[in-house]
């Protein structure tokens, strides 16, 4: 993706192909384009990944994002040197940014002699403890042994050793690669994160000491470019007329993010879970996310009975607007990043039910550090679910949680507002991409 400055000079912005990476990128993009009414100056270009669909299949995710950086590199390094119709030449580029997970794209510019700078889409507590599980695998507790699990991390309080952001998608030693080439800035100028200073002032602290180059805690991304629209999927508006229905603060809205899969009995325990809290819900359930079933076909025709007049279940919400809306008084969540940051953004407390990775991290503090959200833990379970509801939505602990987050959420506005924390490192992040 390519923005044209005021100086003529273009920015590149390379995402990661996944909904959770992409979404943050755009935003950004949306917050440095100098016309930001709309998306004049930008122009989208296509590297072929050289995947074939039968290696887009495969469920082991951070195989594929190897590969994926493997076959890029020329293809991208091709782009950049013989031009397009659309690039300029190599030296009317000011930089590029890219996600850390595409880190082919650095290797590139190194070479052409283009500044770079990386976007961390996950938090700087995740960031900061992905290099602790190298020095687990060394020394032999990967898998991390039963006897550790609710250990506490040395120095990362409140981290478990169990809340370590683990990959459960395919190989472990794939992922450890890419913990490595992910954590290695290489050559780049700058590192963004989407993160608010207030909610992780030491993580944030520590990563100034783990890289030696500035740090930019830019966010939440999402408040700052409210219009940008960046959903892979459709979204079904058709929620917000049914939340207009609802009473201030009595629905649970339900959301497992753009990868988690659910099986069939996770599927049940859930729903019956929901049915008898007695709770509105709203439910977003991903076309393909239970394995054998096209959608919810497969679903309880007593349960869609049960619950019919206080239920809508969609394929893709607005979920932004869904937690800005007053009829949401609660967020059953796997804790993505982007999702933690909506919440807290619009003050909604959250069930956390992390599913792999940084999830995991997430969960805890928000459990544990910032103390908004409640930890739904072990094999789903219908009267778990039901008793996590009703402490959110209907007791006293759920209620403080609820006063807790719109404490943050005020203090998001003050960072994002003039003087403000996020506010400032983006002014200097201007300044440094002004200055290449
Ligand atoms: C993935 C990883 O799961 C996550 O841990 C990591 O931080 C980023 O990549 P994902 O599952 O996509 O994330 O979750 P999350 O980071 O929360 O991003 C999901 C995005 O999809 C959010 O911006 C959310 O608003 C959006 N969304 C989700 C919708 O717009 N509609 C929906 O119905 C569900």
Redesign the pocket.
Known sequence: MESEGRNGKKLILVPGP????L?PMLQLATILNPDSSAHPNFTFLCIPDGLSEEEVRNPDLMGIVLRLNVNCESSFRECLTRGTNHMEPVDKICCIIYDAFVYFSEAVVRDLKIPSIALH??SAATTIVRPILLQLKAQGHIPIPDSMLQALVPLHRPLRFKDLPLSNFGSLDYFLELVVLVSNIRSSSAIIFNMIHCLEESPLAQLHQQFQVPIFAIGPLHKLAPTSAV?LLQ?DTGCISWLDKQTHNSVIYV?L????HLDQDQLSEMAWGLANSKQPFLW?IRPGSIPGSEWIESMDEEFKECVKDRACIVK?????KVLAHDAVGGFWS?C????TL?SIGEGVPIICQPCF???NVNARYLTHEWKVGLELEGEIERGTVERAVRTLMKEKEGEEMRQRVLDLKHKVEVSIGDGGYSSHYLSELVELLTSF
């Open positions: 996944f909904q959770g990476h979404t889409t996950s959903s979204e959301s993010g753009s990868i988690a977003v893709w919400a607005p979920q932004k796997h993505g990043w982007n999702s909506e990775g940084d999830q």
